[in-house]
């Protein structure tokens, strides 16, 4: 799965005096020129002040059966699934479960540096700030992960003899350090992960639909991901086409952009955290010995960007064909997501949705 990381945005959002025609045709514009009638494309919703402005649909499901996309569709959404993973940590946090600085070895005694397990704690997977070498070999032996889950996954790690760097001094993403964490909430709750995610996070917030990868590809109600080859042809990328996909902690929620939104208000509405955890969450988490060149722009395990067009919390998400895009501005109480399933530039279109919006009402 890959990550981008989110740049800053200079763009004042101030201006948003437009009428909802108005909006509603310049951001219709925008999604139409990077989306076809009969390819894959994406799902969008745009709210502001708790009321949706926009909310739109392109292309399709399943190029096969012809399914078009709707705002209801279920896409794989990459990495914004390590946020499910973290609030369940986070959860077991609050009930007193675990503390964030337990280290790896009470969790997994069978990691052969004893020390290295010592030293890293559940926090610095958390923030990407573990020091664990990625040395999964997927290239390699790409038949077996493309059916390995999260402990497949994580079990490389586990034979780690030799940091990359001490643990909380400096930022390198990785998705096995969140298939680790969902076999953490395995261990403490004697369920999987996915179930446990299911009650305390997707049925509170009435994400009803939305579901969890353990193992295969969802078999109906989801879109397939999609990419184009070299002959500007689509081609089918996701389960049983990607190593790694079957691995659920780094990647394996499935949601809408309806249901996201749900997602975000029952974060803001505090209903399966208190305002505490939650803030913790969204708030950059600091660590005293930082010597990366670049400051820590990470919570648990939101990115936070602090410039620009004010605060913004969110997450991307990248695996196989599908690509997302989830963000938060509190201070302008605009909320964002994008989702699709053929590759799209998110950064470039989030700034010219966010442009369209800053124009004034004369325009064009």
């Known amino acids: ?39 894959p494309g994406g799902a969008v919703l745009l709210v502001r002040d708790g009321k949706i402005i926009f909310h739109k649909a392109y292309g399709l499901a399943d190029v096969n059966s012809r399914q078009p996309i709707t705002t209801g569709t279920l896409f ?12 369940g940590i986070l959860m077991l946090a609050r009930e007193g479960k675990l503390t964030l600085n337990d280290p790896l070895v009470k969790y997994f005694p069978d990691f052969t540096d004893k020390k290295i397990a010592q030293k890293v704690k559940l926090v610095h997977l958390l923030t990407h700030s573990s020091g664990l070498p990625d040395s999964r070999r997927v290239n390699e ?9 999260d ?44 179930q446990f995610i299911r009650e305390k996070i997707f049925l509170p ?57 749900k997602y975000e208000r029952a974060i803001q509405d505090q209903v399966f955290l208190d305002k505490e955890w939650i803030s913790l969450s969204r708030t950059v988490y600091s660590f005293p010995a930082w010597s990366d060149s670049i400051p820590s722009r990470l919570g648990l395990s939101w990115f936070l960007n602090g410039e620009g067009g004010g605060k913004m919390i969110g997450h991307e998400g990248s695996q196989g064909g599908f690509i997302s895009d989830y963000c938060w501005w509190p201070e302008h109480k605009l909320f964002y997501v994008l989702l699709c399933n053929i590759p799209v530039p998110l950064r470039e279109i989030r700034i010219k949705m966010l442009g369209r919006l800053a124009e004034e009402p004369n325009q064009q």
């Open 151 to 194: 402990e497949e996954n994580f079990a490389p790690l586990k034979q780690t003899r030799e940091l990359q760097f001490e643990p909380g001094t400096r930022y390198r993403y990785s998705n096995p350090a969140f298939n680790g964490l969902a076999l953490v909430i395995e261990q403490l709750t004697g369920m999987k992960w996915q």
């Open 76 to 87: 794989n959404t990459g990495s914004i699934s390590k946020t499910f993973v973290a609030y």
């Open 1 to 39: 799965m890959r990550y981008v990381f989110f740049i800053c945005l200079c763009i004042p959002l101030q201006s948003l005096s437009q009428t909802p025609a108005m909006i509603e045709k310049k951001l219709d514009s925008l999604y139409k020129s990077y989306f076809r009638e009969n390819e």
């Open 205 to 261: 917030a009435n994400m009803e639909h939305s579901t969890i990868t353990d193992g295969p590809h969802p078999s109906s109600g989801v879109a397939h991901g999609y990419i184009k080859n070299d002959n500007n042809q689509v081609e089918e990328c996701d389960y049983g086409e990607v190593p790694t996909f079957a691995a659920a902690g780094n990647g394996g929620v499935w949601s809408s952009v309806d249901e996201l939104w």
């Open 141 to 149: 032996e790409r038949e077996f992960y493309l059916i390995a889950k």
